[in-house]
T-cell receptor
Framework: EAQVTQNPRYLITVTGKKLTVTCSQNMNHEYMSWYRQDPGLGLRQIYYSMNVEVTDKGDVPEGYKVSRKEKRNFPLILESPSPNQTSLYFC????????????FGNGTRLTVT | AQKVTQAQTEISVVEKEDVTLDCVYETRDTTYYLFWYKQPPSGELVFLIRRNSFDEQNEISGRYSWNFQKSTSSFNFTITASQVVDSAVYFCALSVASGGYQKVTFGTGTKLQVIP
């Protein structure tokens, strides 16, 4: 089954404790991206990757890191999480960036206390 | 700069009523794509439709229809004879990709509640 898999689904952590949210897709998509969803703000793009070893900032990259060492994986790293990063995070992939629809993972609800 | 405006934050309708969700976009690019996504209460994001900037043909798919008008920079979504299962948050999105540049901008979403 074609899918984007995010883990974990729920995560509660404390300020400053490094964490990684994993994202993997099995559709051989070149394009992958991360979004955060906050009430009243919709989805905002954090980072995206056009291909392996090619990443770029979205609208809200501060406090986040990403890497794209393999085509299928695109982890989101929070080196020192803060409470303002409490949010619902979605990973997505697409066959052709911009042209084709995004396939989303099921989301990761992160709470930073 | 790109912008997508969904002015309707929440809409409530009674089952079987028709409802239109508005989407207005801004971009300087001449080639772009517009999307609608649905987020039901379970939380996943589901793709509904895609339109490119050169295709203004309206589309009907079952109870869903979309009206794309470049002259007013709008891409509105109508649900005919709404059902409780249509209750969800609906997002409009604008996407531009050129060479190594890509940007997707989502609206803030419209929460639709269909009351039985």
């Amino acid at each position: 089954e074609a899918q984007v898999t995010q883990n974990p689904r729920y995560l509660i952590t404390v300020t400053g404790k490094k964490l990684t949210v994993t994202c993997s897709q099995n559709m051989n998509h070149e394009y992958m991206s991360w979004y955060r969803q906050d009430p009243g703000l919709g989805l905002r793009q954090i980072y995206y990757s056009m291909n392996v070893e090619v990443t770029d900032k979205g609208d809200v990259p501060e406090g986040y890191k990403v890497s794209r060492k393999e085509k299928r994986n695109f982890p989101l790293i929070l080196e020192s999480p803060s409470p303002n990063q409490t949010s619902l995070y979605f990973c997505a992939s697409s066959r052709i960036p911009g042209h084709m629809p995004l396939h989303f993972g099921n989301g990761t609800r992160l709470t930073v206390t | 700069a790109q912008k997508v405006t969904q002015a309707q934050t929440e809409i409530s309708v009674v089952e079987k009523e028709d409802v239109t969700l508005d989407c207005v976009y801004e971009t300087r690019d001449t080639t772009y794509y517009l999307f609608w996504y649905k987020q039901p209460p379970s939380g996943e994001l589901v793709f509904l439709i895609r339109r490119n900037s050169f295709d203004e043909q309206n589309e009907i798919s079952g109870r869903y229809s979309w009206n794309f008008q470049k002259s007013t920079s709008s891409f509105n979504f109508t649900i005919t004879a709404s059902q409780v299962v249509d209750s969800a948050v609906y997002f409009c999105a604008l996407s531009v990709a050129s060479g190594g540049y890509q940007k997707v901008t989502f609206g803030t979403g419209t929460k639709l509640q269909v009351i039985p």
